[in-house]
Structures are given as C-alpha cells and as structure tokens.
Nanobody
Framework: QVQLVESGGGLVQAGGSLRLSCAAS????????MGWFRQAPGKEREFVAV????????SYADSVKGRFTISKDNAKNTVYLQMDSLKPDDTAVYYC??????????????WGQGTQVTVSS
C-alpha cells in the first residue's frame, strides 16, 4: 500500500520561504515521477511542479517558475518543494503525488493527505 506523507507547511509572511517534504513508502520510489499540486479555497486543484524518475527533468507552473524548486532524494524516498519569495496567492493546501511525468493530476495514482501553506501579506 502506497503512503505519501507531507510535512513542512505552516504560516509565513510574504517574501519568506518554506520547504515541503513528502516521504513515500509502499513501492519502489525510484521508479516513479513525483509531483506537487495545490488547492486554494474555492478553487480547483492545480499543478505546481513535477520531477522525473531520474530527477534530471523538472517542470513548473508559470506562477511558481523561478521561485519554487522541486528535488528528490531516492535514498530517502523523499521529494521536496523549496518555496521562496512566497506570495499570498501561494496560500493553499499542497499535495504530493506519485505517478508518471506529467502536469495532469489524472496521471498520478497516489496522493498524500496535504499540508497547509498560508502566506500572510
């Protein structure tokens, strides 16, 4: 049974930074791409970032490009999302997901429970 557990969310002022972590278990971590999505109140879940199986390819939503960095550590079965220069619009529940290298949520078959990120102005 696949388990994805996010951590690292919290309250931060605009301009600040947070690093989210997602620890995976239940199947071979290094065989899957990992993604981050987010959902703000009243909005649809949206793509944030994805990293390929090898870790050599990444893709970002335009809204976070240049501010967020996705990385993974296969030895620790963990994916990270470093978030810098945070804005109030980044406030959302952030979910990690495991699947294929894609920006579509439907291409990810396992999801974490989410971690809240709140950015105050």
């Amino acid at each position: 049974q696949v388990q994805l557990v996010e951590s690292g969310g919290g309250l931060v002022q605009a301009g600040g930074s947070l690093r989210l972590s997602c620890a995976a278990s239940g199947r071979t971590f290094s065989r899957y791409a990992m993604g981050w999505f987010r959902q703000a109140p009243g909005k649809e879940r949206e793509f944030v970032a994805v990293i390929s199986v090898s870790g050599r390819s990444t893709s970002y939503a335009d809204s976070v490009k240049g501010r967020f960095t996705i990385s993974k550590d296969n030895a620790k079965n963990t994916v990270y999302l470093q978030m810098d220069s945070l804005k109030p619009d980044d406030t959302a529940v952030y979910y990690c997901a495991q699947g294929v290298y894609s920006v579509l949520s439907t291409d990810f078959d396992s999801w974490g429970q989410g971690t809240q990120v709140t950015v105050s102005s």
